[in-house]
């Protein structure tokens, strides 16, 4: 059981490029999240789903894309890669939300740095 | 918007001593869970609670919900421990679908 995987683990751009983070996981969750980790501080939410077809923004959204086409999958793009987005982005699925407390899984994270 | 505060940030123990790390919020919480992050980056979810106290092995984590405040208990601490441990709690005022507020992480190092 793989749980959640993320790929990349590493990847280096160069300011304007764009990419796409993958995030795929096997235990049918219908929850999904993307974090970003900024030294010093605390995740903060870029994107969730709630279930295939639907997405919406979490704290920090500006810059960031996803899409939600199957329960498994769930992709974040960065369209124009700038500095600021520098940092560890972490994807994670529940069975449902933490508010009635379902614990989340979470992949490895990807360590992205622009320069 | 619930504020999320982890005390220490830092902490250096010799094995075997017992560990606290303590949480604070200052909204009221559906749920607090206790996560760890190890050195090489991934995060596992220890502990979600609502109320009361639970434990597993030497691990425990304890919920004051009047008081808006948790704490993560190691005891006979070991190396192996050594790692982050972040506080996030689950509120309705929060964002997202799960409002789930995150810490900023207490740096745990234990000594042989």
């Known amino acids: 059981n793989a749980g959640v995987t993320q790929t990349p683990k590493f990847r280096i751009l160069k300011i304007g490029q764009s990419m796409t983070l993958q995030c795929t996981q096997d235990?049918?969750?219908?929850?999904m999240y993307w974090y970003r980790q900024d030294p010093g501080m605390g995740l903060k939410l870029i994107y969730y789903?709630?279930?295939?077809?639907?997405?919406d923004k979490g704290e920090v959204p500006n810059g960031y894309n996803v899409s939600r086409s199957t329960t498994e999958d769930f992709p974040l793009r960065l369209e124009l890669a700038a500095p600021s987005q520098t940092s560890v982005y972490f994807c994670?699925?529940?069975?449902?939300?933490?508010?009635?407390?379902?614990?989340?899984?979470f992949g490895d994270g990807t360590r992205l740095s622009i320069l | 918007k619930n504020e999320v505060e982890q005390s220490p940030q830092n902490l250096t123990a010799q094995e075997g001593e017992f560990i606290t790390i303590n949480c604070s919020y200052s909204?009221?919480?559906?749920?607090l869970h206790w996560l760890q992050q190890h050195p090489g980056g991934g995060i596992v979810s220890l502990f979600m609670?609502?109320?009361g106290k639970k434990k597993h092995g030497r691990l425990i984590a304890t919920i004051n919900i009047q008081e808006k405040h948790s704490s993560l208990h190691i005891t006979a601490s070991h190396p192996r421990d050594s790692a982050v441990y972040i506080c996030?709690?689950?509120?309705?005022?929060?964002?997202?679908?799960?409002?789930?507020?995150f810490g900023k992480g207490t740096h745990l190092i234990i000594q042989p």
């Open positions: 994670a699925s529940s069975y449902s939300s933490g508010l009635v407390g379902q614990p989340q899984h």
């Open positions: 996030a709690v689950g509120s309705v005022s929060g964002g997202g679908a799960d409002g789930l507020t």
């Open positions: 909204v009221g919480i559906s749920a």
């Open positions: 235990m049918n969750h219908n929850y």
């Open positions: 789903s709630v279930g295939a077809g639907i997405t």
């Open positions: 609670l609502s109320s």
